[in-house]
């Protein structure tokens, strides 16, 4: 009874309100999901496996299995290599272009070390990521969320 005693249009305003209120609740939390959702997305690790070392005449060919199965495309994935000698001696610097890298998938990449034969590599070291372009993240969080592994004789480190 004592909502017939309230006037029809002072009914309507406060339904406008609450129908107004929810409509932005429900718009805050969609914004915090999908802020949740990019933020998971950056922390996803990009995989990189050394999976094998062949002579290639004057070059150690290398091939590389890119995991990039939980993550979002990257137009462009560049990084930065260096091959150590089994004494730990820097012995060639070779900067590869991994992508483009499709979202939720997994690919291979072969490239060479040029002028250094596979049996004087003894170590693999991914300096830096010099390019990390199409998904929300800068270059910096490129390089954090990369985790490295060989499947190959010699180390694979970061």
């Not at 150590?84 to 820097?90: K, L, M, Q, R």
Request: proline share 5%; with cysteine.
């Amino acid at each position: 009874m004592v909502a017939l005693s309230v006037p029809l249009y002072r009914r309507r305003i406060g339904r406008i309100a609450l129908d107004t209120a929810v409509c932005l609740a429900l718009s805050a939390l969609l914004v915090v999901s999908a802020l949740a959702q990019d933020a998971a997305a950056e922390k996803t690790p990009l995989k990189l496996q050394l999976n094998k070392l062949e002579t290639a005449g004057e070059a150690c060919r290398v091939t590389l299995v890119v995991d990039n199965a939980k993550g979002t495309g990257l137009k462009s994935y560049k990084v930065d290599l260096f091959a150590f000698d089994p004494e730990g001696v820097a012995q060639k610097r070779v900067a590869v272009e991994l992508g483009p890298l499709p979202p939720r998938k997994t690919t291979v990449k072969i490239f060479d070390f040029p002028g250094i034969a596979c049996a004087k590599v003894g170590r693999v070291l991914l300096n830096d990521v010099l390019a990390c372009d199409g998904g929300e993240a800068a270059r910096e969080a490129c390089l954090d969320r990369t985790e490295t592994e060989s499947k190959a004789g010699p180390a694979f480190d970061r």
